[in-house]
């Protein structure tokens, strides 16, 4: 790694922009597609008055993804090591700030959730991008966007608290998702029956780690047809069902899924809590790893770390 020989140390502003990167590599919409609702937006943003333009959140004019987003700290923060989490809340960025007063590498918290992290997220941005998969496994762009339904984010305590102390906070919700979402893509291109899919998942260290996968509906020796993952309203699953989708992997189940899946034929499969954002968020780390360096990471609030060769 020429970096190494250099001596140079990663930044945040470095690290925010490979990881701009990977996801408008992996993004399913394609180069051509992103590009198409970048220069969308900036058409928008010229339109507008000057008071609304100081208003509008000018970093969606580059960044696609609603949730990259640098919350605090300043571009230029060396970073030597990551604390990383799904779901970190005050009480994390507080042990960050402990663990850097005690002389470990803890420059940056790295988080998957944006709900504590709230200020300078785009809902809207992360609300189409999971539409848009969605529309992707067949189900019209119109109801789509009506299934996907975000949760409320919570107070900005964690963010407060991360000025206060100067822990510099990056979340990466989306590009974390495409990032599983590409790699699952590849891991189930040639599976025909159900057990083929249940074999892929368990054979994931991250599956191996947080539980065993379960096929709650439908038949192990089916035809597992297209598949689809990810977070899920229960309207979002149905309209997966009448869309003809033959496999869903989920970690929420909710109450009618079972119901709904048996209705329609659908084969459904309960994966372990945080498995497919971990998934995600280490084949990131990975990439960071073969792009920048070693780098220390401390696991926090659900991650699990798996390092895979790089």
């Known amino acids: 790694n020429e970096r190494l020989f250099l001596g140079d140390i990663m930044t945040l502003g470095e690290l925010y922009r490979f990881a701009l990167t990977r996801g408008m590599e992996v993004d399913p919409r394609g180069e051509e597609g992103v590009r198409r609702i970048l220069a969308g937006r900036r058409e928008a943003y010229g339109r507008l008055e000057e008071e609304e333009k100081a208003r509008f959140d000018t970093e969606r004019l580059t ?12 571009e230029q923060t060396e970073v030597r090591g990551l604390s990383v989490g799904l ?13 850097r007063n005690s002389g470990a590498p803890a420059d940056l918290l790295i988080s998957y959730s944006s709900y504590a992290f709230p200020s300078k997220v785009a809902f809207a941005d992360v609300r189409e991008l999971r539409a ?11 109801r789509a966007w009506a299934c996907v ?18 822990v510099p ?26 057990w083929e899919v249940l074999e892929a998942l368990w054979a994931l260290p991250e ?7 379960e096929l709650v509906a439908g038949d192990v020796e089916g035809r597992a047809g297209r598949v689809h993952w990810g977070p899920l309203s229960e309207e979002g699953f149905r309209a997966l ?15 009618g899924y079972i119901r709904t899946a048996r209705r329609f034929g659908v084969h459904l499969v309960r994966l372990p809590r945080d498995v ?13 790893r073969k792009k920048f360096g070693e780098l220390s990471v401390f696991p926090c609030a659900n991650f699990v770390r798996v390092e895979r060769d790089v």
């Not at 599956?207 to 996968?213: E, I, T």
Request: net charge negative; with cysteine; hydrophobic share 45%.
């Open 63 to 74: 960044n696609p993804y609603g949730d990259l987003r640098i919350v605090w700290g300043k």
């Open 87 to 99: 779901t970190p809340g005050a009480e994390e960025v507080v042990a960050v700030r402990i663990l």
């Open 132 to 142: 848009e998969l969605l529309s992707r496994a067949g189900v019209s762009a119109h």
């Open 149 to 166: 339904q975000l949760g409320r984010p919570m107070d900005r305590r964690a963010e407060d608290i991360a000025r206060l102390l100067d």
């Open 169 to 194: 906070v990056l979340v990466a919700g989306s590009v974390v998702d495409l990032v599983s979402y590409a790699f699952l893509s590849q891991q189930v291109q040639e599976v025909e029956r159900v």
């Open 207 to 213: 599956c191996r780690a947080l539980g065993v996968p």
């Open 241 to 255: 069902a009448e869309a003809g989708v033959g496999t869903v992997l989920t970690s929420g189940l909710r109450k």
């Open 276 to 288: 497919l954002p971990s998934l995600g968020m280490n084949l990131l780390l990975d990439e960071i």
